[in-house]
């Protein structure tokens, strides 16, 4: 079945530091992939978005491109701030699937 | 993107009781979904819920266990049902997007003691 593997967390970086997670997935046809965010204590935000092959998704500096050859959308972001500490879900949906299927998460703390 | 709501926000309930949860949408929406995510864990589906129709339940999970109602396209709830400590979970609703990305609710945090 479609399954996503992400960085074993927990992530721990600088300010200012270069960030790359990464996620790779296992799913049949041509799904679409999201990068979900989530703050202490909060829901589920949605970070940035691919739905084809080449499409590079961004957002608030973030950014991850759909890469079809390696089956991979890493996250990556130039310099990180300590509000950038969150946990970071990589999720696909398969085509004409209604749900999404989760990676485990990554943890990201950065100390000031 | 859809604004959602959830009541209530969190809860603390004793094993063997039940908890409804409502997820409120500011827009008519198709499908709803609820997402179970346990302590430390990912999300994963609970179900689907659309209107007029019963839910349909992933693998794994069961309508006397996790009853939805969506009585209209702006609102659904679920029940967990006879809870024990290991439904300790936060519980979120989810709507589609316009692109196949899916916006969640704040979530229901609920402590089963």
């Known amino acids: 079945g479609d399954s996503v593997t992400q960085m074993e967390g927990p992530v721990t970086l600088s300010e200012e530091a270069f960030l790359t997670i990464n996620c790779t997935y296992t799913?049949?046809?041509?799904?679409?992939l999201f990068w979900y965010v989530q703050y202490p204590g909060e829901g589920l935000q949605l970070l940035l978005k691919?739905?084809?092959?080449?499409d590079k998704g961004s957002n608030k500096g973030f950014e991850a491109t759909y890469r079809k050859e390696t089956t991979s959308f890493h996250l990556e972001k130039g310099s990180v701030q300590v509000s950038d500490s969150a946990v970071y879900f990589c999720a696909l949906r398969a085509w004409g699937a209604q749900k999404l299927v989760f990676g485990q998460g990554t943890r990201l703390t950065i100390n000031p | 993107s859809a604004v959602i709501s959830q009541k209530p926000s969190r809860d603390i309930c004793q094993r063997g009781t039940s908890l409804t949860i409502q997820c409120q949408v500011d827009s008519q929406v198709t499908m709803m979904f609820w997402y179970r995510q346990q302590p430390g864990q990912s999300l994963t589906l609970i179900a689907t819920?659309?209107?007029?129709?019963?839910?349909?339940?992933e693998s794994g999970f069961v309508i006397d266990k996790f009853p939805i109602s969506r009585p209209n396209l702006t609102f659904s709830t679920l029940t967990v049902s006879n809870m024990s400590p290991e439904d300790s979970s936060i519980y979120l609703c989810?709507?589609?997007?316009?692109?196949?990305?899916?916006?969640f609710g704040p979530g229901t945090r609920l402590t089963v003691t």
């Open positions: 819920a659309n209107q007029g129709s019963e839910a349909t339940y």
């Open positions: 799913a049949t046809g041509y799904p679409s």
């Open positions: 989810s709507v589609d997007g316009a692109r196949g990305e899916q916006y």
């Open positions: 691919a739905t084809k092959a080449d």
